[in-house]
């Protein structure tokens, strides 16, 4: 994994995320290759069309839209916050997460077998 600085993924390395996805590797073993986190690998492929459409061109017309949009703010009793996340990314979100508890518990199964 790298360390905590944030570092924008590569028009090469999308099309090495492209290779890696059509030899059937998972997020995780993508992500170990490329050495990045397993988030990443997971946004990148949802941007760029999903499990069974995967393309690094989507992907990278999916970040151009993105950007083109502004972030909105929202104002609530503690002030104001400015939101870049829309719906689509926040069930995204669920499903990363509801992805890593599964392949988390797994591999716990798998541990006491």
């Not at 941007?47 to 061109?57: L, Q, T």
């Not at 839209?65 to 995204?92: A, L, M, W």
Request: with cysteine; glycine share 8%.
């Amino acid at each position: 994994m790298r360390d905590n600085k944030y570092k924008k993924i590569t028009i090469n390395e999308l099309k090495q995320l492209q290779e890696l996805w059509n030899e059937g590797l998972s997020y995780r073993r993508i992500a170990e290759r490329m050495q990045r986190s397993k988030n990443c690998i997971l946004r990148v492929i949802h941007r760029g069309g999903g499990m069974y459409g995967y393309s690094w061109e989507k992907a990278v017309e999916s970040y151009k839209k993105s950007k083109s949009k502004g972030p909105h703010t929202i104002k609530g009793s503690h002030g104001s916050k400015t939101v870049t996340s829309s719906i689509e990314d926040r069930i995204f979100s669920l499903e990363m997460q509801m992805e890593i508890i599964s392949e988390t518990l797994n591999l716990i199964k798998d541990k006491f077998q």
